[in-house]
């Protein structure tokens, strides 16, 4: 039946003009790019040109192109169509194409709720919702950190970061807030007073996640490549003060888990 009431449609035109790239993109809802793209990867045969010079689509290239895009919009890549396309039946190809689709839904819907729990709270957008619960704790640096760590660490080692974010809270925000804002000529007893009240939560940290001290086997990258990627990022984040607190408190924490660790 449809092919009668086609063919009436046809019969009313006795003339069959061929058509140019620009009306066969319009008639298959495509791009003149598309077009040719598809003659170069070798989807689309390249039709006959007129006397002068321009290419003469006829309707078996418009059918082809159709049967093109219908396969794009179903997520057939480019280099399996042919395959797709000659077969009677659904192939091991369409299968394949399904469990990929099955992958990208599951990523797609991750990303979702991913932008919902950043819609719904005020939340860095570029930080792993993982720490949503904690944003609010960490200065504009230590975010920037967290974000370097997510491709630097495994996920057993974001966990345990987290996980030290919330042990510091009874950390004195006073604290906190001095060591954000020291100045980079800050004076040594200012200095040495701040490591000292960090160095005994540093030294806690040290002994309960042991992976701190040798953290080779919690890497998502090679070790000397995150160390120098992580020695770059704390030059860019703070300032020789602030540098200098943290290595002090590093070396004061070192010291104190060692006392508690002998007989």
């Not at 003009?17 to 003659?39: D, F, K």
């Not at 729990?117 to 619960?133: H, K, Q, R, S, T």
């Amino acid at each position: 039946m449809i092919e009668i009431a086609t063919r009436e449609q046809g019969t009313r035109h006795n003339r069959v003009m061929p058509w140019s790239t620009t009306e066969l993109a319009a008639l298959a809802g495509t791009t003149v790019n598309a077009i040719r793209h598809y003659h170069r990867v070798g989807l689309l045969d390249h039709p006959e040109r007129r006397s002068n010079g321009y290419k003469s689509y006829e309707a078996t290239h418009l059918l082809r192109l159709l049967q093109i895009r219908r396969l794009r919009e179903i997520g057939v890549p480019l280099d399996r169509i042919e395959e797709v396309a000659s077969g009677a039946r659904p192939s091991e190809t369409l299968r394949t194409i399904d469990a990929e689709l099955d992958i990208e839904i599951e990523r797609l819907q991750r990303m979702r709720a991913d932008i919902s729990v950043i819609l719904n709270g005020d939340f860095a957008a570029w930080l792993p919702v993982e720490f949503e619960d904690v944003a609010d704790r960490l200065s504009p640096s230590e975010k920037a950190v967290i974000l370097l760590s997510t491709t630097l660490y495994d996920s057993q080692a974001l966990a345990d970061i987290r996980q030290m974010v919330l042990d510091e809270a009874d950390r004195s925000a006073e604290a906190s807030e001095e060591f954000d804002t020291l100045p980079p000529d800050a004076d040594e007893d200012v200095r040495v007073r701040l490591a000292e009240r960090f160095a005994p939560e540093l030294a806690s940290a040290f002994r309960r996640y042991a992976w701190l001290t040798d953290p080779s086997g919690h890497m998502s990258v090679p070790l000397d490549a995150a160390q120098v990627a992580l020695a770059e990022a704390m030059s860019a984040l703070y300032n020789p003060a602030q540098r200098d607190v943290m290595a002090q408190a590093i070396k004061l924490a070192r010291a104190q888990d060692g006392e508690s660790t002998q007989p």
